[in-house]
């Protein structure tokens, strides 16, 4: 009886456990150049499973299954997983989304899974790598930058290198994460062409390469950080074996690389000797107050340049702005540039143009200016104080004869004839005091007679929807057409990404065919497809172009492809496109 008993509930132990289906990775936080290993795991054979989108990561390998059985005192256990390697594509905080699989009819989910991914981190070398060479030691990024402690507003570069040994090979690079430079202003200077060059790296002879060069200007003083430059690169390393000729073997890789952070401690200027009308200007500058002319007559008027020429912190700072007496009429300044920015900061010109009219006749005086700027050279602040200018108004009417002729003896500015009527309007526009009822006019009428007029075009443009909704046939090649190019224009968005570019191509390539020769996918065969285009007097080369090129889509997925190849190809189909246009008739 108590083994019947013992039979019996191991019977319905399957029945009464429950189905267990989650998602388990090897970590939850991870750098940009670390992998993830996620595993979708369930207690049951279940079928049809869906994997999540994995938006934010590379699928780099899988899925692979597994599946286990075993029997422990008189237990039995069952488990299925799908497991999947994953590369991060960007930093934050990313969602991998819920996967699905499907056990005795009822759909069961993972919970979503939450990955925080910080910036690259070393990583130690892989002891089962079957290259005896390592990228990881041959591969090197690196942020020079030209001082780590400068003052405030003092121009420091961060030149971006990219060190390659001689053992290994590198074919493409893709930017993860650009630098960001908070605190700091910036300006890149254009790299106009990548050149390799020799030099030294840690003791030992590498080839480089100089990526970016930023001129920066830190804007406050303290410990502040540039963010890391991380790249992902397409690397040739070495392996154990040769070819027939005894040359070594190649393997294609990847690998992250990143500058790290960089943390600059920035000096605040001194306080002590520090001038009232220091504005922030840190460098090395001359400053000038230039008068177009310091003679002329009433109405005449005169232009005052203020400009500051040298090095330094050009487009942060302010100019000093003149102060003149009441009887010139100074109108707001025209500011002009002239910055030429290279690796060693900000040089050029600087300048405030000023017009000026004088009111009345006599010798008004305009002050000398000051400026002052931190000398980086002395590290003391220094001041050029302009001459005062004396602007001689040769003849017009005097503040006297302005104040003797008005009645109350208050003096006031003399007015030209053409503004004193400034504010009257000299045109006007007349409308007409009788007004016009709407019922009875010719907008009443129109307005009632529009409906019966539209009622046609309506009718028409019904019946012409009609018939082209009925034209199943030509609905059916329109819409192919219409998919061969949304499918052309996606492979060309996605050149730079080798799977999706030739799922695209293959299928611009199908839907171009099915578009011109009016047939059903089902009917997408080699033999049928040679068939059909030999009836339509295609050229027999441009006939085997097409096909090879629709069978290298399916292989180039899943081999090793370089990214000229990946050009050729949609420059290819393109050139056989355009044939089979011409030629299909």
Not at 224 to 251: A, H, K, W, Y
Not at 293 to 322: A, H, I, Q, W, Y
Not at 546 to 560: G, K, M, S
Request: proline residues 5%; charged residues 20%; positive net charge.
């Amino acid at each position: 009886m108590k083994r019947y008993l013992i039979l019996l509930l191991i019977s319905f132990q399957s029945l009464l456990a429950q189905v267990q289906f989650e998602a388990k990775v090897s970590k939850t936080t991870l750098g940009l150049n670390e992998r993830l290993r996620i595993d979708f795991v369930m207690n049951m054979d279940g079928d049809n499973f869906n994997q999540p989108s994995f938006e934010g990561f590379r699928v780099i390998a899988g899925p692979s299954q597994q599946v286990s059985q075993s029997w422990v005192n008189g237990r039995s256990s069952f488990e299925k997983i799908y497991s999947y390697y994953l590369l991060p594509m960007q930093k934050g905080t990313l969602i991998i989304k819920q996967a699905t699989i499907e056990y005795n009819g009822q759909i069961y989910k993972t919970s979503p899974v939450k990955i925080n991914v910080t910036n690259a981190v070393q990583e130690a070398r892989d002891p089962n790598d079957p290259t005896p060479i390592s990228a990881d030691n041959n591969l090197y990024l690196v942020a020079e930058v030209s001082k780590a402690n400068p003052y405030v507003n003092e121009p420091i570069t961060v030149v971006y290198k990219l060190y390659v040994s001689y053992n290994i090979g590198v074919s493409n690079w893709r930017e993860l994460d650009k630098p960001k430079y908070n605190d700091f202003w910036s300006q890149n200077i254009d790299v106009k062409q990548l050149v390799v060059e020799q030099g030294m790296f840690k003791g030992e002879k590498y080839q480089y390469m100089v990526l970016r060069k930023t001129v920066l200007y830190p804007q406050k003083s303290g410990k502040l950080v540039i963010e890391p430059l991380s790249l992902d690169i397409d690397v040739q390393l070495p392996t154990n074996r040769r070819d027939m000729f005894g040359r070594v073997l190649l393997t294609n890789g990847n690998k992250r690389v990143s500058t790290g952070t960089k943390t600059i401690n920035v000096k605040a200027l001194p306080e002590a000797g520090k001038p009232a009308d220091f504005s922030g200007a840190v460098g090395k500058f001359d400053f000038r107050v230039i008068p177009s002319k310091t003679n002329l007559k009433s109405g005449e008027s005169l232009d005052l340049l203020v400009n500051v020429t040298g090095s330094g912190n050009m487009k942060l700072f302010n100019l000093p702005k003149p102060v003149v007496p009441n009887s010139l009429e100074m109108y707001d300044p025209v500011h002009d540039e002239k910055i030429n920015t290279t690796l060693s900061g900000m040089s050029g010109k600087i300048a405030d143009k000023y017009t000026i009219i004088p009111q009345f006749k006599g010798k008004y005086p305009i002050k000398p200016l000051q400026f002052s700027y931190f000398d980086l050279g002395s590290g003391t602040y220094k001041t050029i104080t302009s001459p005062e200018i004396m602007i001689n108004v040769l003849d017009g009417p005097t503040s006297n004869d302005v104040v003797a002729s008005t009645p109350t003896g208050i003096s006031k500015n003399s007015i030209s004839s053409s503004e004193q009527f400034k504010y009257i309007k000299s045109k006007t526009d007349l409308v007409s005091m009788k007004e016009t009822d709407f019922l009875g006019s010719k907008t009443f009428y129109g307005l009632l007679l529009l409906p019966f007029l539209i009622l046609p075009l309506i009718v028409l443009l019904k019946k012409k929807k009609e018939a082209l909704d009925s034209d199943v046939f030509g609905n059916k090649i329109k819409m192919n057409n219409k998919l061969a190019k949304k499918y052309l224009s996606e492979a060309k968005k996605q050149i730079n990404n080798k799977e999706p570019f030739y799922v695209a191509l293959e299928k611009a390539m199908h839907n171009f065919l099915k578009a011109k020769l009016h047939i059903e996918t089902s009917d997408m065969s080699k033999s049928n497809i040679q068939e059909l285009l030999a009836s339509k007097n295609v050229n027999a080369q441009t006939i085997i172009d097409f096909i090879t090129l629709t069978e290298n889509c399916e292989l180039a997925r899943y081999a090793l492809t370089s990214s000229s190849v990946i050009h050729q190809d949609y420059d290819k189909a393109v050139m056989i496109i355009s044939d089979l246009e011409k030629q299909i008739t």
